[in-house]
Structures are given as C-alpha cells and as structure tokens.
C-alpha cells in the first residue's frame, strides 16, 4: 500500500479531448506534487500544491492545470491532449516541504490515441 | 536550474556481484538527496536519503550511499546484489531552502541474474 491513492489507474482519451486526474495524498500529508514519467524516462516535475495553491511549476504547458481541495487532495488537468501527453502520471504527497521525502502513488497510465 | 545525471543506462550483474551507481547534480546550495526504486509494477520507492550530518547514509535492504559535495555526488552502492534487486534506481534532488521540487534523473536499469 503506497499511501498515496491515484485515480484511475489506466485511461485512454483522444486528441483534443480533456482528462483529469485525482490523488489522495498519504495520512498527515499536505502537500501535492504531480509528476509526468514518459516511458524510459525519470519523472518531469509538473507542480506542487501546498495550501490550495500552486507553489512551484515545472517547464509545461498551461495546458497542464491543477487544484488542491481544503482536504488536501488533488487534481491534475490537461486540456487539448497530445499523442506525446502519454505517460505515466505519478503524485507525491510530503508534509511541508518535503525534506523527509515524498511518498509516491502507483500512477495512472494514460494514453492518447 | 537544478539537474540530475545518472551516467549508467542499464546495468547487468550477477548474484553476489557488487553495485555502484553514479549520480551527480548541479546546484550550488544545501541540497537533500535521494535514491528511489522502482520494482517490476510497483510505485516508486524511497531508498535512503541524504539530508545533513554523515555523509554515508545507509538505506533500506543492505543500500548506501555517499554524499561527495566536492563532486556533486552521491552515488548509490550495494557490496551483494540480489535477483531481486532487479529494478528501476532513481537519483532525485531538491534544494535545502529555495525550493521544494523533487528533480528526478533519467534512472539506471539493474538487471541481475541467478
């Protein structure tokens, strides 16, 4: 069990279309960090919130969007989907920031056709 | 910018052989270290981390690493692997006090045989 609870698991969407992504951070939790792993790569930092606000974004587009609800979870957000947005979409949840480590979820495999 | 190299693509050892590998990072402040594993299916998981104190940071399952500041490195080592080791090892960085942002490596592929 990683602690971290990512949904969905798998998910095939269009060019053009919309998707969204949830995560449950880990217990005592409060900050999120999204992260895109291509395949064969190490993951690319998307952005982190922390207090319902984006504290820090990585070189993406806007087309990446994301949100923290009051409960601490998350959604990541991605507009006008491209063939090359197929990834594996990882969360990481930490408390504060992030010196004792971040707890990853399993991911959500997405794939655009 | 903070990055990460990891100079080995992909490793292949025997059992028993003896494990480093190398991961060096550009930042010129106080930095936390890490080393993840990545299992076959699994997420991603912490294997030691590095934040102040002893440079030798030992980790789950018989891992180490070394903190060099002069080099920017800290490579990981095992002196036994296992089968089952066979994995996914990441380096990841992030600044001490600027910024909290985990930056990753490329990762290094361990493939052991029995």
């Known amino acids: 069990d990683a602690g971290v609870t990512q949904s969905p698991t798998h998910l095939i969407k269009t060019r053009g279309q919309q998707v969204t992504l949830r995560c449950s951070p880990k217990?005592?939790?409060?900050?999120v960090s999204w992260y895109q792993q291509a395949l064969g790569q190490g993951p690319q930092f998307i952005f982190q919130?922390?207090?319902?606000?984006?504290?820090q974004r990585g070189n993406f587009p806007d087309r990446f969007s994301g949100h923290q609800f009051p409960n601490y979870s998350s959604e990541l957000n991605v507009n006008a989907l491209l063939l090359g947005d197929s990834a594996l979409y990882l969360c990481a949840s930490s408390f504060g920031q992030g010196h004792y480590g971040y707890t990853f979820g399993s991911g959500t495999r997405l794939t655009v056709v | 910018a903070q990055s990460v190299s990891q100079h080995n693509h992909h490793v292949i050892l025997s059992e028993a052989a003896s494990l480093e590998l190398g991961c060096n990072y550009s930042?010129?402040?106080?930095?936390?270290l890490f080393w993840y594993v990545q299992y076959p299916g699994q997420h991603l998981q912490l294997l030691l981390k590095y934040f102040s104190g002893d440079p030798l940071v030992k980790g789950i399952k018989g891992f180490e690493a070394e903190f060099i500041k002069s080099k920017f490195s800290f490579n990981l080592r095992k002196p036994s692997v296992q089968w089952s080791d066979t994995a996914e090892y990441f380096c990841a960085v992030n600044a001490g006090q600027a910024g909290t942002a985990l930056i990753f490596g490329k990762g290094t592929t361990l493939s052991v045989s029995s």
């Open positions: 217990s005592g939790h409060d900050t």
């Open positions: 930042y010129g402040g106080t930095v936390n």
């Open positions: 919130y922390y207090e319902e606000e984006e504290r």
